[in-house]
């Protein structure tokens, strides 16, 4: 556990670092400038809701682990699915790949790769003509939702699966936790990455990371009221050629609702009635 918050500690300085310099270089967008500062001054105590797992020992295991997944990893056959690439994160060193993790580092790929996809879906649409610039917001706001939706199935549909294993923590805490630090790691990552290959595409993870930042008062800690078994809207279209039909939601685990409310909070505008409300 120590060394996932030490690798916390160094992915947000190289961040911090690449941020900085990007900026003073003038090569950071200017669209960005401002979730970068947020990002600057907000992301220690957004760090310090984990300290926690340096003094509690959360009952999960450690397993070898994909290390790089991601959509464009999981292939259909027409009747089967393949995963692809084990190689784990191709720019770091093979000592590091090898280390056995939480299978939930895994979970956090793939749910840092489907806010990716509905940012993508929507750039296409705007780049195409088929989203107007008057309707840009909407859709926005549209995408946030589709993104919790998603989401929260595949947080669901993992959980359905693993949780008789033994390998994630009981305790809805606990899990939540885990996966927050994750994600948080990935989205770090992603927004170096970017910098230094597409800084076009570097506000989407940064922005992930702001949602991520308490915005008064530290993070909510108390555990979840129970929750109405569906969401309140049902879309059904779909953004350019990649389809994001939302799947008609079912009940949730009472954990992935917890988790969802801290860890793909959308901006006030998009969550004007949340299925779901912390318990006092």
């Known amino acids: 556990q120590r060394s996932v918050l030490q690798t916390l500690r160094n992915e947000v300085k190289a961040t911090q670092r690449d941020l900085r310099r990007a900026q003073r270089s003038g090569m950071l967008p200017a669209g960005v400038l401002v979730d970068a500062e947020r990002f600057d ?14 003094t509690t020992k959360l ?25 692809i690439d084990f190689e784990g994160e191709p720019g770091a060193p093979m ?18 790769s489907f806010d990716y996809a509905g940012r993508m879906s929507v750039q296409r649409a ?5 989203v107007g610039e008057a309707d840009l917001d909407a859709v926005e706001r549209w995408r ?40 948080l790691i990935k989205a770090l990552y992603e927004v170096r990455y970017e910098l230094s290959n597409r800084p076009d595409w570097v506000a989407w993870p940064l922005s992930a990371i702001v949602d991520l930042l308490p915005a008064s008062g530290p993070l909510p800690t108390t555990r979840c009221s129970s929750a109405p078994p569906s969401l309140e809207y049902r879309p059904t279209t779909t953004i350019s050629t990649v389809s994001t039909t939302v799947p008609t939601p079912r009940r949730s ?10 860890a793909m909070r959308a901006p006030p505008s998009s969550a004007s009635s949340r299925p779901f409300t912390w318990a006092g």
């Open 59 to 83: 009952d999960a295991e450690r397993i070898r682990v994909h290390g790089d997944l991601h959509l464009g990893q999981v292939l259909w056959t027409g009747n089967d699915v393949v995963f």
């Open 126 to 130: 705007a780049e195409r003509g088929r």
């Open 253 to 262: 685990h009472p954990w992935s609702q917890c988790w969802k409310q801290t």
């Open 144 to 183: 946030h939702r589709w993104t919790d939706a998603v989401t929260q199935r595949l947080v669901d549909a993992y959980v359905d699966e693993i949780d008789d294993a033994g390998l994630i923590p009981v305790a809805v805490e606990d899990r939540r936790l885990l996966l927050d630090i994750y994600i």
């Open 41 to 54: 001054t907000g992301v220690d105590e957004l760090s310090e809701r984990f300290d926690r797992l340096r």
């Open 95 to 112: 000592a590091q790949r090898t280390i056995k993790r939480s299978p939930l580092a895994d979970l956090a790929g793939l749910v840092r």
